[in-house]
């Protein structure tokens, strides 16, 4: 649970689940979701364009992508936050074992935390910006700490059908089900938020972002190295779905998941396909 932290009351609930099990697990596991976003860390780097610049890293989970844009900022400060007092903890061991000393992390929610007026240039986010209850608030809260002219760069997922992953992931867990649950409201915080293009440019530009631009990219993720060690993962990673599945249905759904982990075998590894966004927007 939070204790301290302030907390928009919209993301109570995101705070106690980063801040609790799932934000553990991901800490648990930081290697593994960095290899998995792997393959999008250097288009989402390039896009920041961070040398020399102040950045705001949003959602900064375990640091990757914080101590990728202190690297590139090496004359200024990366700010990494995060609801996860546990992924920020493994965040602020990395770094100083890399001598990051220009690399510093916050526990907060970007959504009201009180950044500093206008001492950024870039904010940047690696698939942490799709879970605010209030987007709106949270985007022009982000904005006032960037100076005029800086930038924001997001990597999001695009819509469901270009993400064979978690698709895949999802169907299986809901085969023990007598009926699959319904899919969450379009604008709900969740991992497709803001993979509609349209909702983007209504969302930043009421947030008073200029110059919104999506550009698309595609990659296969790794999930482990053979099916088993991917079930593993998978099961820690989305197991609460399985948690009110009586012993048949919960074998009925380990079984299909099995069987797609292993269709996707191959001599690298699980992989899925998957489809993002690089969002791109000024603040004027």
Sequence with gaps: MV??????????????TWDGREGAYWAEHADRFDRALG???????????????????????????TRDV?????GGLALGVDLSAAMLRVARRRAAG?????????????????FSPASFDVAVSRTGTMFFADPVTA???????LRPGGRLVQLVWQPPTGNEWLLSFTRALAAGRPSP?????????GPFSLADPAR?????????????????????????????????????????????????????????????????????????????????????
């Design 200 to 284: 983007v440019r209504r969302v930043l530009g009421a947030a008073g972002f200029t110059d919104i631009q999506l550009e698309p990219h595609s990659e296969v993720m790794w999930f482990g190295e053979d099916a088993a060690d991917a079930e593993r993962f998978v099961l820690g990673l989305h197991g609460w779905m399985l948690d009110d599945l009586d012993a048949e249905g919960r074998r009925r759904a380990v079984d299909d998941l099995r069987t797609t982990l292993t269709a996707h075998e191959t001599e690298d590894g699980v992989r899925y396909a998957s489809a993002t966004w690089i969002i791109r927007a000024t603040r004027p």
């Design 3 to 16: 204790s301290t932290l302030q907390v928009a009351p919209s993301n109570a609930e995101q705070a106690r």
């Design 181 to 189: 649950p319904p899919p969450p409201p379009p604008d709900a915080p």
């Design 70 to 74: 202190a690297r590139q900022a090496s």
């Design 98 to 114: 890399e001598g990051l000393h220009n690399a510093d992390f916050v526990q907060a929610d970007a959504q009201v935390h009180a």
């Design 139 to 145: 985007f022009r809260n982000i904005g006032g700490a």
């Design 39 to 65: 393959p999008y860390r250097t288009r989402l780097l390039a896009a920041a364009d961070a040398s020399a610049d102040d950045v705001l890293d949003i959602g900064c989970g375990t640091g990757e992508t």
